[in-house]
């Protein structure tokens, strides 16, 4: 079973998933821009693929620095037992052809609202 996701695209670059349900593992992400007829598959990260951005880095000064964000939630436990949502977000970087880790979220910045992204004055937001 598998589906195809669009993720999402900027300036003529688009972004689409290929999601394998019964095994989240085989799931890629590709990147490609039709008007050139070029397309890459991005690197498999550390993380499965879960909740996936696309957008442009234009703080890095490179006009084809497009990335993927992914982020991903753990189940964590604390010392006290107590079990709570770890959100992971990890950034790959066209330009680098890497990905790198962001870092933790506090869980009360996620929630179903997270899987709808856009582009607004060229950051991801959600």
């Not at 593992?25 to 993380?47: W, Y």
């Not at 951005?53 to 084809?64: E, T, Y």
Request: charged share 15%; hydrophobic share 40%; glycine share 8%.
């Amino acid at each position: 079973m598998e589906r195809f996701e669009l993720v999402g695209s900027y300036n003529g670059v688009i972004c689409f998933a290929v999601v394998f349900q019964n095994d989240p593992g085989l799931s890629v992400i590709h990147l490609c821009n039709p008007s050139i007829n070029k397309a890459i598959t991005v690197p498999k990260s550390e993380l499965q693929f879960s909740k996936v951005g696309f957008g442009f880095n234009p703080l890095c000064g490179h006009v084809d620095d497009y990335v993927v964000t992914n982020m991903k939630t753990f189940m964590d436990v604390d010392h006290a037992g107590s079990k709570e949502n770890l959100p992971v977000v990890e950034m790959y970087s066209l330009r680098m052809n890497s990905w790198k880790m962001i870092g933790s979220l506090p869980q009360s910045w996620t929630g179903s609202w997270m899987d709808c992204n856009i582009i607004f004055r060229e950051f991801i937001c959600w």
